[in-house]
């Protein structure tokens, strides 16, 4: 079965608001302002409550009551605005309940905060890409890396959705070969569809998209930071399920990078510190 055929067959994800969706055809603007953000957002009254609420929240400590969109962004600065707003849009869809658990909602959830973070954890080593990528961006790729597995719980017959488990469980398989080999494709080609679906930029479609293959020959190389991002988010949570092959990197991306096990070791522990920020966030959803 090909990607475009899974994704069309889906019809119970919660929608994703439009103006989230805006928000991230504009992350790849190298100064976006905050002026920008509030008119998005202003646009949205919904997800402009849910907002307005998270940064109320005792978590930001903020002395005084906010109360529009424009003090928000003022007072916790576009960068954190910009997670509060991307976990509270997309959450909804990766929090939704799977039939026959073929995926645990809140492990999927969060492990998708878990790599958006370990994104930007990347993003800041100062590792040597082709190009320079927006913290948001890298955020965001590493958010959405995971949602064509939430598509495909939802799309595939049990049987299959049973037969991937066994080939993961008992062959030794990585999810993605399983899904292959079962299905004819996997769920960072699904999830890759999706968002062009949804008209998002092909960098992130990419991003997705090769995210268990990563492009080094790729300028933007945003399938190379969702996969290293992939791999330290799993081994910074001991919780995870143990999955073969999710703590291994690509051997290209390995040498390229320079990414050693001590060097690996180092982003896991920095993540590891962001946990409270990482949980605040996965409970906006």
Request: charged share 20%; glycine share 6%; with cysteine.
């Amino acid at each position: 079965m090909k990607a475009q055929e899974i994704v069309a067959k889906v019809r119970n994800l919660p929608p994703v608001s439009q103006a989230a969706l805006r928000l991230v055809t504009m992350l790849d603007q190298p100064a976006i302002s905050n002026d920008e953000i509030v008119e998005v957002l202003k646009c949205d009254n919904v997800l402009t409550a849910k907002l307005l609420r998270a940064c109320n929240s005792p978590f930001f400590g903020l002395e005084e009551p906010v109360a529009s969109v424009d003090q928000a962004v003022f007072l916790l600065g576009h960068q954190q605005i910009l997670h509060i707003v991307l976990s509270l849009a997309f959450g909804g869809a990766m929090s939704v309940v799977l039939p026959q658990h073929a995926v645990e909602a809140e492990d999927l959830w969060r492990h998708s905060v878990t790599t958006a973070q370990a994104a930007e954890t990347v993003l800041a080593e100062g590792l040597e890409l082709r190009e320079e990528v927006e913290p948001s961006v890298a955020f965001t790729v590493g958010l959405l890396h995971d949602l064509g597995k939430l598509v495909m719980a939802q799309v595939l017959p049990a049987d299959q959705q049973a037969e991937i488990r066994a080939r993961v469980a008992l062959a030794g398989m990585s999810r993605s070969e399983a899904e292959q080999d079962v299905v004819g494709t996997d769920h960072a080609e699904v999830g890759g569809e999706l968002l062009r679906l949804w008209h998002l930029p092909e960098t992130l479609v990419e991003g997705v998209r090769y995210h268990h293959q990563p492009r080094l020959d790729h300028p933007r190389c945003l399938s190379v930071i969702a996969h290293v991002a992939n791999v330290v988010a799993h081994r910074a949570r001991s919780d995870a399920p143990n999955v073969p092959g999710t703590g291994l990197l690509d051997p290209a991306v390995e040498q390229r990078l320079q990414l050693d096990e001590n060097r690996l070791e180092e982003l896991a522990a920095r993540l590891r510190d962001q946990f409270e920020q990482i949980e605040h966030l996965m409970r906006l959803g």
